[in-house]
């Protein structure tokens, strides 16, 4: 009787464990995407539906509900928190998750989860791997570089475009479900993402000719000189089209186009028996080309980029001397690769593509292109390229480089009276910015002087010529208005419509500022300087 009775009592839990990880959903079912990841999840029990009988795949998920689906954790914070009661549905799965608190001591269980919290909690529940690293245009995405290496190179997260993770993004409960059981499959066999490979081949032409760095055009198979490869270096320290070496010393020892900026590399690292002509016109190696970009960015970059002198460097760098292996190391250390791995073929030539996508892999450190921030003192930052470029607007071509973290329409409104397109000015603005950042310094002081504080950030990227002067679109934050309720009392403007529009503390505007007058001179009068247009 109890045999039968223990039977019977067994088939029943299998019964009941087949239709709990087997319900079905009104909304959901075997056709949708993430129907095996779902599943693996409702069967181990950290899945369940609605009291309607719905999954709701595509529902944000917020930090309690991630937490319940990944399922407890193997430790358990020391203290309660704040804001999650012993009474909360989540309590004992917030308890052991390892998810970190928002803040303080508070977890907000309500909240959205984000991306990048997910792909942090999902390295932790992997052991907290370290060792892996992937090019800093994606590592430095999020704060926790070995996080994001880990969940990238292991195709756990990589995003639509295997560029842009989107840590700052929600998710839904079908993409919670499909991370979560990608994170736990990972292992010595799992495909690692190649950065090189995985980018969309548009996106490296694009990044080739918006930075403007190598004389000719566009040939992913094309080669590229040792000579091409100095002046794009130099050009990167310099931020002008024609340098003029900015802390480096530079001169011209033999008759060459690229003889200067040769010469910089050979006083740097290369060695003087390389300033040459011969060594010029010489093909670049991926070797040659990954130290060049290195020296660059270690000399223009508003971020820190760090490294262990005496640490790894490439096992196949071969003989190099002590500066050489310096930016190896650095480049190294740091994830710069064409591989899906860090091994590679450091001596074979380097095409264009592949110097595409090193750009694009160390425009990711802090971006190649300078804006300045006018403000108590005048403060440079970096801003790197925009990657999507399906979402570029209608006037992309006409600026030089679209960039990451500006706002579309700021390169959608046409400058007024503009006699050409904003990529045009470039060539006067940019050489030329110190004249121009004078006009800001100066508008921040006339507003200093009226009690009012402001900082107003600027880039000749972001200029036009036009009939009245050059008019540079600039982004102004009011930290402190002060008596001031209008953009009036600050700064002149073009008319009554512009001056009324109001400020307070914490305003923030993109406008047009014009000169007044055209560029020939070396100052532009305060008093001529007017906004003509609210972006």
Wanted: overall charge negative; some cysteine.
């Amino acid at each position: 009787m109890r045999k039968i009775i223990s039977i019977l009592l067994a088939l029943s839990l299998f019964l009941s464990l087949s239709l709990t990880a087997f319900a079905a959903f009104t909304d959901f079912d075997d056709s949708h995407w993430a129907a095996s990841y779902v599943n693996a999840l409702v069967a181990e029990g950290t899945i369940n539906g609605f009291e309607d009988g719905s999954f709701r795949p595509a529902g944000t998920v917020t930090r309690a509900e991630f937490v319940k689906m990944i399922g407890n954790g193997s430790t358990r914070f020391e203290k309660d928190f704040d804001d999650v009661p012993s009474s909360h549905w989540a309590y004992e799965y917030i308890m052991t998750s390892g998810l970190d608190p928002v803040y303080d001591n508070t977890f907000m269980p309500s909240q959205p989860i984000t991306r990048g919290e997910v792909a942090v909690l999902l390295w932790k529940r992997a052991g907290s791997p370290a060792g892996v690293t992937v090019p800093p245009i994606i590592h430095r995405q999020g704060t926790n570089y070995d996080a994001i290496s880990w969940v990238y190179s292991n195709s756990i997260m990589t995003g639509d475009d295997n560029i842009d993770l989107r840590l700052s993004d929600t998710l839904t409960r079908a993409e919670a479900a499909a991370l979560i059981i990608r994170s736990r499959s990972v292992g010595a066999s799992t495909k690692k993402t190649n950065f090189f490979t995985a980018v969309d081949p548009k996106v490296l032409e694009t990044a080739y000719n918006s930075f403007k760095l190598v004389d000719k055009a566009y040939d992913e198979n094309a080669t590229l000189t040792n000579g091409e490869l100095a002046m794009a270096a130099a050009r990167i320290i310099s931020d002008q089209d024609n340098p003029d070496y900015p802390g480096v010393s530079a001169t011209i020892s033999f008759e060459h186009k690229y003889a200067q900026p040769l010469n910089m590399l050979t006083r740097y690292y290369l060695g003087a028996e390389k300033d040459t002509a011969e060594y010029a016109d010489k093909n670049a190696t991926v070797k040659e080309a990954i130290m060049a970009l290195t020296f660059s960015t270690l000399r223009s970059s508003y971020t820190p980029i760090k490294y262990d002198a005496n640490g790894a460097l490439y096992e196949n760098a071969g003989t190099v001397n002590e500066n050489e292996a310096k930016f190896l190391r650095a480049a190294y250390q740091n994830g710069i690769t064409l591989s899906d791995s860090m091994v590679m073929d450091l001596d074979k030539e380097i095409t264009l593509k592949e110097f595409s996508a090193l750009l694009l892999e160390f425009d990711g450190f802090s971006g190649f292109t300078t804006f300045v921030t006018t403000a108590k003192a005048s403060i440079p930052k970096d801003f790197k390229i925009n990657t999507n470029i399906g979402a570029y607007p209608s006037t992309s071509t006409s600026y030089r480089i679209i960039l990451s973290g500006i706002p579309s329409k700021v390169y959608e409104t046409p400058f007024i009276d503009a006699l050409n397109a904003p990529v045009a000015a470039y060539n006067i603005t940019n050489p030329f910015d110190g004249i121009f950042n004078g006009i800001f310094t100066q508008w921040y002081a006339n507003a200093k002087s009226k009690g009012v504080e402001i900082s107003i950030m600027s880039s000749p990227v972001l200029s036009a010529s036009c009939s009245t002067g050059y008019s540079f679109r600039v982004n102004l934050k009011v930290v402190d208005a002060g008596d001031a309720t209008k953009l009036a009392d600050i700064i002149k403007c073009a008319d009554e419509t512009i001056g009324s529009v109001a400020i307070a503390d914490g305003t923030e505007l993109w406008l047009d500022v014009n000169t007044g007058k055209p560029f020939n001179d070396v100052t532009f009068p305060f008093e001529n300087v007017f906004v003509n247009q609210i972006i």
